[in-house]
């Protein structure tokens, strides 16, 4: 392979490249009141118990929600809903009533007081399994409880955030099952 050119980066900038999984809205509820926030920096932390860290910034109305409800749902919006998930993402829940400003259907959750988000491909209900790092990093480790997942398409068509407004949308599919270990898969 021929060797890759490369040039010194910011470091402020590395997001562009690292920016994991797909975005996804964060819904919450405390005391009456619920909001939605819009969420790219998060990753899986294990398979059983189902754990799931996320970085929910202290200056976000959700993070008060969430922190003293100490639950959440994280909903996955596919590329249909991309207008709506920039949206969210781009104002206040102390502001505005985002279910209904954006067209949104809340649904109780079975296992926490959060509301689904009925347009998203998937719902996961969350209850908070460490809060050590939040007032240190504005890191949440969540337990999920509960799934709810569409039967088809199988694969969704989910947006993944790349900074400075751009996405990349979820594209081409290929299978390399028989060259994993087993605890890979
Ligand atoms: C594409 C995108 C990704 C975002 N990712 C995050 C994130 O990972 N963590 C975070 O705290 N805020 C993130 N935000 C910002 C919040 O969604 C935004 O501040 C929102 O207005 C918060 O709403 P709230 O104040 O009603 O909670 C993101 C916004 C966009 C548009």
Redesign the pocket.
Known sequence: MKPLRKKNFPVDDVRRFLEPGP?VLVSSAWKGQT????????MMMGFSPSLFG????D?????DLIRKSRQCVINLPTFDLLNK??G???????EVD?FSKFGLTAVAGKKVDAPLIEECYANFECRLYDGSRINKL?LFVWEVVKAHVATSPKYPTTVH?RGEGR?MISGKEIERRSRFRAQNL
Do not use: A, L, P
Not at 59 to 63: L, M, P, T, Y
Not at 88 to 94: E, K, W
């Open positions: 975005i909001n939605i926030m819009t969420m790219g920096w998060h996320c970085y929910i910034w200056q976000n109305h959700s993070f998930v920039i969210i993402g781009n104002c206040s829940g102390v985002k504005s955030y996405f």
